[in-house]
């Protein structure tokens, strides 16, 4: 059987599109359809039946679908094995991760991976998070790393974290520092929404709970945009400690109320299928469950957002 055409149904079988599997995988998508082709006349067998603009598995095709995952499975395996008697683990490891943060996690950790395991070549995609409520599109990845997905086997709880409210000194110094919890309502806020609309700041200080949606003229679904705006001053932004310790340690952004926090989220980390990893995927558990311990030393780049003085054009003088 041809391998690679093999290798080409299962990417178009678990996305469900010709299309997207070619885009998803850098492929010609005539490549891709050709590939099918050859493996239907190879098999004797039609693998897909259209419904509309969606690819539908026939029969034949799920049959095909289960046992050629495990056929491709057992091929890295061996190959993998093969590497791991050089006491190395070596392959292409396909990393899905939901995209908060980008690269001020998923990066820096695969950097950091990369420094351990030189072996392995790294396959990265961002994903909305709305995307892992598809979980059948994970079989795509030998991992991947995402926030409050606990669902099904094979998810991993790698850290919890809590966000915080922060601002740059600046905008403190003209707005003043809200010294209760009250104070919020009469503060512009840089507002995270996600797929279910704007979040409300929801915070605890352990005894008492509160919900607040200050007033903002920003509202984004990309934290990285919501930290800039902080640094600018536009606002107080709901961020994790991780995402602006650098930002704090050089004097642009501030703690605020640091007491008040909102529930643990979790990173997690999940396999496709726990009953089958391959060493390239234990070696990446096993150095994930290290990084996110305290005292883990990263040498690597790091990404923060820096304040800079500008013109106030308003006033005609440098601030």
Request: proline share 6%.
């Amino acid at each position: 059987m041809n391998f690679q055409a093999l290798s080409t149904f299962i990417k178009v079988a678990e996305t469900g599109s010709v299309s997207v599997a070619a885009r998803l995988h850098g492929l010609p998508k005539s490549s891709v359809s050709l590939k099918l082709k050859q493996l239907e006349e190879e098999v004797g067998a039609e693998l897909f039946a259209r419904r509309g603009r969606a690819l539908e598995l026939t029969d034949a095709g799920r049959v095909l679908l289960e046992r050629g995952q495990h056929i491709l499975s057992l091929c890295d395996d061996t190959a993998a094995a093969v590497a791991s008697m050089q006491d190395d683990a070596a392959g292409v490891l396909r990393v899905g991760a939901s995209g908060e943060f980008g690269t001020a996690l998923n990066a820096q950790m695969l950097q950091a991976f990369r420094a351990a395991h030189p072996k392995i070549q790294l396959d990265l995609v961002f994903f909305a998070p709305s995307v892992f409520l598809d979980l059948s599109r994970q079989k795509v990845f030998d991992a991947v790393l995402a926030f409050d997905d606990t669902s099904g086997p094979g998810a991993e709880v790698l850290a919890t974290l809590r966000y915080g409210l922060y601002a740059s000194p600046r905008y403190l110094a003209g707005h003043g520092t809200p010294g209760s919890v009250a104070d919020l309502a009469r503060h512009k806020g840089v507002i995270y929404r996600d797929a279910e609309g704007v979040q409300p700041w929801r915070l605890s200080d352990g005894r008492d709970s509160a919900e607040i949606l200050p007033p903002a003229d920003i509202v984004t679904n990309d934290y990285w945009t919501t930290k800039y705006f902080a640094v600018a001053g536009a606002g107080l932004a709901l961020l994790p400690a991780f995402f602006t310790e650098l930002e704090v340690r050089e004097g642009h952004l501030a703690p605020v109320l640091p007491e008040w926090q909102t529930e643990e989220r979790r990173i997690t980390l999940r396999v496709p299928d726990p009953r089958y990893v391959a060493p390239k995927t234990r070696a990446f558990l096993a150095f994930c469950k290290d990084y996110f311990q305290p005292g883990f030393d990263f040498a690597g780049p790091r990404y923060f957002v820096e304040a800079l003085c500008f013109p106030d054009t308003s006033k005609g003088e440098t601030e």
